[in-house]
Structure formats: C-alpha cells, structure tokens
C-alpha cells in the first residue's frame, strides 16, 4: 500500500527514515538485498530521510551524501548515489550486482533513474517533494 506523508522539518524526515528502517528489520528474509530507490530533486530530502534511516538499522557513523564516492558501506547498509554516473556500465564496476544479490544487505539508491536496467523489480520506491523550505512529501510505494 502506498503511503504518502508531510514532514515539516528535517528532524521528521529523519524520525521518518529511522521508524521506516526498524519495520524493515521486522521483515523477513529475501532471497537478495532490500533495496530502497530514492528519487527526488537536489535538496528534496533524500540524505536527511536516510540519516535517519541508517539510525534505525543501528549505524553510528554520519551520513553524507556520497555523491563524489558513488558508493559508501555501513556493514550490510549501503548508500549508493548515481547522480554523477555517465552509464550504468560506472556501477557495474564497483560490484553493484553482488551487493543486490546478497540478502544480507540493505541497499539505498539515490538518483536510482540512472541505473533503471539493474534495478531490482521489488525495490521500494521512495519519492521526495520539495515543498518549501522545510516541508517535503515523501511517498512510499510498497
């Protein structure tokens, strides 16, 4: 069922992201990664959503956006940003199918339109809004 909800602020597109990673903990098992697919304009909310995510996996460390790395790893969680890729041939190279085909891993994809041919047809779509300064509608589709 899709979901779209307001968040008036960066604390609740965080709280967001944090209570959406302990209900996807509570899911079981699949036979590759869960992948998040994050779309959504510069500034729409994408990194904030998953500093909170990786918050609600347990992960400690800060995240940025890893926009000039491409790929950075937490553990099993990985923060993949596709907006600086010329082709979908740049992440086969970093080992992007191995990672989607662990079901260990979780994998969080922003900019996910550039990679479309590699994407998993169960990964959850997650679409950002900008709506002003502070305002975001973020929809899930599940």
Known sequence: MDKKI???????????????????LKN??????IVLALEGNLGGGKTTFLQGFAKG?????????????????FGNFYHIDCYRLNSEGDIL????????????NIVAIEWPEKIKNILPKDAIKI?????????RDIIIYE
């Open 57 to 73: 996996l347990g992960i400690k460390e800060k995240i940025l956006s890893p926009t000039f790395v491409i790929m950075k790893r």
């Open 6 to 24: 307001t968040t008036k602020n960066f604390k609740e597109t965080q709280k967001l992201g944090e209570d959406f990673a302990k209900q996807i």
């Open 93 to 104: 190279e970093l080992g992007i199918k191995e990672v989607l085909g662990n079901p260990k």
């Open 127 to 135: 679409e950002f809004k900008f709506i002003d300064a502070n305002k």
């Open 28 to 33: 079981k098992p699949k036979n590759s990664a």
